[in-house]
């Protein structure tokens, strides 16, 4: 199982808070990404990170911000959290690709935050 | 433009009982297709990968068969427990991009019944 981590597992918070979840891993991987999804839908890209101090946007558009200070920890925020982004929101992380015996582009997900916003 | 379907949106089986649920892809440049299986609440976790070269991956109960050519790929559970509910994702990693970007079917969602 991979060594991968997200808090907190549920948050219910009003409209207009401010909100950080966190993620962390402990396999020095180089990439992290956070995923948004809704019940029965698919997975949707949101920000992702080749490493510290990088960031960048993903495929679905998000109000969340992200930050890379250290390689280990990737955290989202959102400013000001409204019901449009109740959802779940899925960190991952990869190792670089062509290192002997790794899958390339191998994904490693968290359990998760199920936010809701009333 | 990319995409992943799958089919059927759910299943439901009993115990014991084997299926097969479907993966059509139109990812192109293809680089390879995983399986993930998501439990309620919980992050996906990958049951098998192959890349273009192959045609059938197991990991125990779990057989995954790719077609390059027509873009397919089934994942085979054989002899269903009550623990394999759950979704089931289709995967698929494109090449033609240095992030390895990953393209997310809907999932089946199946359910066993005792």
């Known amino acids: 199982e991979a060594d991968i981590y997200q808090t907190p597992r549920y948050l219910v918070i009003g409209t207009g808070k401010k909100i950080t979840l966190e993620c962390s891993q402990t396999?020095?991987?180089?990439?992290m990404y956070w995923y948004q999804q809704d019940p029965g839908m698919e997975l949707h890209l949101i920000h992702y990170?080749?490493?510290?101090?990088?960031?960048e946007k993903g495929d679905l558009s998000s109000e969340s911000t992200v930050s890379r200070i250290r390689t280990e920890h990737f955290p989202l925020t959102l400013e000001s959290a409204r019901p449009s982004h109740t959802s779940q929101y899925l960190c991952?992380?990869?190792?670089?690709?062509?290192?002997?015996?790794?899958?390339?582009?191998?994904?490693?997900f968290g359990p998760g935050t199920r936010l809701t916003v009333t | 433009k990319n995409q992943v379907e799958q089919s059927p949106q759910s299943l439901i089986i009993l115990e014991g009982k084997n299926c097969t649920l479907q993966?059509?892809?139109?990812?192109?440049?293809?680089?390879?297709l995983r399986w993930y299986k998501q439990d309620t609440g919980r992050g996906p976790v990958s049951l098998t990968i192959m890349t273009f070269s192959e045609n059938t991956k197991s990991n125990g109960r779990y057989t995954a068969t790719l077609d390059a050519d027509t873009k397919q790929s089934s994942l085979h559970i054989t002899a269903s427990q009550l623990s394999d509910s759950a979704s089931y994702i289709c995967v698929v990693s494109d090449r033609g991009s240095t992030l390895g970007r990953l393209y997310f079917g809907r999932g089946t969602q199946l359910t066993v019944w005792p």
């Open positions: 991952a992380s990869s190792e670089r690709a062509g290192l002997a015996g790794v899958s390339p582009n191998e994904q490693y």
């Open positions: 990170s080749y490493g510290v101090n990088s960031t």
């Open positions: 993966c059509n892809y139109t990812v192109s440049p293809f680089s390879n």
């Open positions: 396999m020095g991987h180089d990439k």
